[in-house]
């Protein structure tokens, strides 16, 4: 191994996103990479891309467009584009950018550790067979990849694939090597984590899976990402509920508050619908957080619409909202079948509204934390705070002259704001 070869990742987009860099990191490290903070140092160039939202694939492309002159410059470094970007045809790509080397499907990494062995002369071998996060305090676990949905306004089913979900087994052997590694808190992934376990022998659901990871010891709590309201069965929410390593926060998108919106969009359920969901979940975990996803300006939206998005903001008062402008994503049912017709500049100002809203929401929510005290998780450190966060995903900031990174620690929220919490270490005696 040639431990003087460097990398640098590139990530931008979901959850999931950073998942497959992580994996991508570990099996670089294990055939004798080094990881750079410097592009124009490094041998090995990985943008891992998102095209979700429009704004995503912008920063794409500046990014693929800035590392020109630096491949250009030392023809030698290999630039290679993953993720949601590249589709089961690459020639456009290959077109637009001809001094990128390889273009690699999400969780295709073969093409391009092969491309590696043949371009550096390497041995590569067996690096992809314990393919797993590079072990940190916190580490992702995918354990459904692509989406059966087909949501009229989502790029996902098309570059990701239909999903397929990883064997029970599989994910409790990846969870097991983490936690020997010192992993101590896991994030199961999904771009549909409910539907877990319906292309599996026996068919065991998230809540199954859950049972078993809370078994395992070192770890000392599991969080999941992203639910469905079809698919949150009364099994997952009871198991939530009573397993004491599974954290209370579910990120339950609704997406719009219209019926007439959601029926174009495809997601398959009424306000109404979601509404009950979500009083059912709070009255079997009455501790629980829940955060959300909004799309505004969506096909043919109109004000009386908007409203309907901003009143159930108001009557459920979620813990945290991902709100996004529509844009227009190729191949989609709302590409091929619907119009755009509502202009950026109303979709921005939807944007501001709910951000507003929000904002309010959420101080009067935090200021009733003052004075409370959480156990954390500590992640790392920013600046001159340590971090971490509690069960219900709210980010604590504190700050320790002892490096406590990994341990469990009890913090009294002093300060508070709309997006964090500050707080000092106290002892439990």
């Given at each position: 191994?040639?431990?003087?070869?460097?990398?640098?990742?590139?990530?931008?987009?979901?959850?999931?996103?950073?998942?497959?860099?992580?994996?991508?990191?570990?099996?670089?490290?294990?055939?004798?990479?080094?990881?750079?903070?410097?592009?124009?140092?490094?041998?090995?160039?990985?943008?891992?891309?998102?095209?979700?939202?429009?704004?995503?694939?912008?920063?794409?492309?500046?990014?693929?467009?800035?590392?020109?002159?630096?491949?250009?410059?030392?023809?030698?470094?290999?630039?290679?584009?993953?993720?949601?970007?590249?589709?089961?045809?690459?020639?456009?790509?290959?077109?637009?950018?001809?001094?990128?080397?390889?273009?690699?499907?999400?969780?295709?990494?073969?093409?391009?550790?092969?491309?590696?062995?043949?371009?550096?002369?390497?041995?590569?071998?067996?690096?992809?067979?314990?393919?797993?996060?590079?072990?940190?305090?916190?580490?992702?676990?995918?354990?459904?990849?692509?989406?059966?949905?087909?949501?009229?306004?989502?790029?996902?089913?098309?570059?990701?694939?239909?999903e397929?979900?990883r064997?029970?087994?599989?994910?409790?052997?990846?969870?097991?090597?983490?936690?020997?590694?010192?992993?101590?808190?896991?994030?199961?992934?999904?771009?549909?984590?409910?539907?877990?376990?319906?292309?599996?022998?026996?068919?065991?659901?998230?809540?199954?899976?859950?049972?078993?990871?809370?078994?395992?010891d070192?770890?000392?709590?599991?969080?999941?990402?992203?639910?469905?309201?079809?698919?949150?069965?009364?099994?997952?929410?009871?198991?939530?509920?009573?397993?004491n390593?599974?954290?209370?926060?579910?990120?339950?998108?609704?997406?719009?508050?219209?019926?007439?919106?959601?029926?174009?969009?495809?997601?398959?359920?009424?306000?109404?619908?979601?509404?009950?969901?979500v009083?059912?979940?709070?009255?079997?975990?009455?501790?629980?957080?829940?955060?959300t996803?909004?799309?505004?300006?969506?096909?043919?939206?109109?004000?009386?619409?908007?409203?309907?998005t901003?009143?159930?903001?108001?009557?459920?008062?979620?813990?945290?909202?991902?709100a996004?402008?529509?844009?227009?994503?190729?191949?989609?049912?709302?590409?091929?079948?619907?119009?755009?017709?509502?202009?950026?500049?109303?979709?921005?100002?939807?944007?501001?509204?709910?951000?507003?809203?929000?904002?309010d929401?959420?101080?009067?929510?935090?200021?009733?934390?003052?004075?409370?005290?959480?156990?954390?998780?500590?992640?790392?450190?920013?600046?001159?705070?340590?971090?971490?966060?509690?069960?219900?995903?709210?980010?604590?900031?504190?700050?320790?002259?002892?490096?406590?990174?990994?341990?469990?620690?009890?913090?009294?929220?002093?300060?508070?704001?709309?997006?964090?919490?500050?707080?000092?270490?106290?002892?439990?005696?």
């Amino acid at each position: 191994m040639n431990n003087l070869l460097k990398y640098y990742i590139w990530t931008i987009g979901c959850q999931m996103n950073k998942a497959d860099s992580e994996r991508l990191e570990n099996a670089l490290i294990q055939i004798g990479f080094e990881n750079s903070n410097n592009p124009s140092e490094s041998d090995l160039i990985v943008l891992n891309s998102c095209v979700v939202r429009q704004g995503a694939e912008d920063k794409v492309v500046g990014m693929l467009t800035s590392l020109k002159p630096i491949k250009e410059k030392n023809p030698q470094i290999i630039l290679a584009l993953m993720g949601c970007m590249v589709g089961p045809n690459t020639k456009n790509l290959k077109q637009k950018f001809p001094y990128a080397d390889i273009f690699i499907q999400p969780q295709n990494y073969a093409p391009l550790i092969d491309y590696i062995e043949q371009k550096l002369d390497i041995d590569t071998e067996g690096c992809l067979v314990q393919l797993t996060a590079k072990p940190d305090v916190t580490a992702y676990i995918p354990i459904v990849q692509g989406c059966d949905k087909f949501c009229s306004f989502c790029i996902i089913p098309y570059r990701r694939g239909r999903e397929i979900c990883r064997p029970l087994n599989e994910i409790i052997l990846e969870t097991q090597y983490l936690t020997e590694r010192g992993v101590k808190e896991i994030t199961l992934l999904g771009q549909n984590i409910d539907s877990y376990g319906h292309d599996l022998p026996g068919k065991p659901d998230l809540g199954d899976l859950l049972k078993e990871l809370n078994k395992i010891d070192g770890i000392e709590r599991i969080r999941f990402l992203t639910s469905h309201p079809n698919d949150m069965s009364d099994h997952i929410i009871e198991s939530i509920a009573e397993l004491n390593k599974v954290c209370e926060h579910i990120n339950l998108p609704i997406q719009a508050g219209d019926d007439e919106i959601l029926n174009k969009m495809r997601r398959g359920y009424t306000n109404e619908e979601y509404r009950s969901l979500v009083y059912k979940i709070r009255s079997k975990i009455p501790n629980v957080s829940i955060s959300t996803d909004i799309i505004v300006g969506f096909c043919g939206e109109n004000d009386i619409q908007f409203q309907k998005t901003l009143d159930i903001i108001k009557d459920i008062r979620f813990d945290k909202v991902h709100a996004a402008a529509y844009s227009i994503r190729e191949n989609t049912i709302a590409m091929r079948k619907m119009i755009d017709n509502i202009p950026l500049k109303e979709k921005k100002s939807r944007l501001q509204t709910i951000e507003s809203l929000q904002k309010d929401i959420l101080e009067e929510k935090n200021t009733l934390l003052s004075g409370e005290i959480f156990e954390i998780l500590v992640e790392g450190k920013k600046k001159n705070n340590q971090y971490g966060r509690n069960r219900n995903d709210k980010l604590i900031y504190f700050n320790h002259p002892e490096n406590l990174k990994g341990q469990m620690t009890n913090i009294k929220i002093n300060n508070i704001s709309p997006w964090s919490l500050h707080g000092e270490k106290i002892s439990t005696k």
